[in-house]
């Protein structure tokens, strides 16, 4: 009804999100891009990567980038997701790709380290996008009885989503972007390996 024009609808419930989230991997056919400031090992977390896992089995491209401070850390659950052959995982401005190394690079490169990546958008076979404030987690999709974080997704499609895409694509290939392979804990995960397997199991029980 409306050629040449962007539609929008205001997500406002945690709930609504995570449907909605989840709604829309089902429904992927070429390819979905996540991309967060954190992202939680915790209930909602777990469903969700289980989704993006059954999504890339079926042929879907997924690429997942991440700020790196709180959520390189979840190793078990992103080297999963990195080793599927359809799933690539990327971490902005690393604090050190050395789990070791990290409490000193936090001092030795304070001005470096805190800049970080906030963004949070969710883009689904090019057409739908979905861009605001919820990290991936219980706290932001009301899976939590002691509290909760309050925020406002928008739901976005026509001639924006492109735009949205652009701001994606940017960050991606980044120089301030670092493949999960880069990382000493991630560099020999197969999707053979006992974490891997190990991870998958909870994933399905989840």
Known sequence: QNPGKSGFHFIATGVDAFSTLTGLISSAERSIDLQSFIYHD???????????????????RVRILLDDFFSSSKISLLATLNAHRNIEVRFFNPVSTLRWARPLALIARFRKVTRRMHNKVFIVDGRVAIVGGRNVGDVYYAMRADYQFTDLDVLSIGPVVPHISKSFNTFWSSPWTVAAASYGQYDSTSNGSALVQKKLKQLRAN
């Open 42 to 60: 915790d209930r909602t977390g777990r469903l969700l990567a289980y989704k993006l896992l059954q999504a890339a089995d079926r042929g879907v």
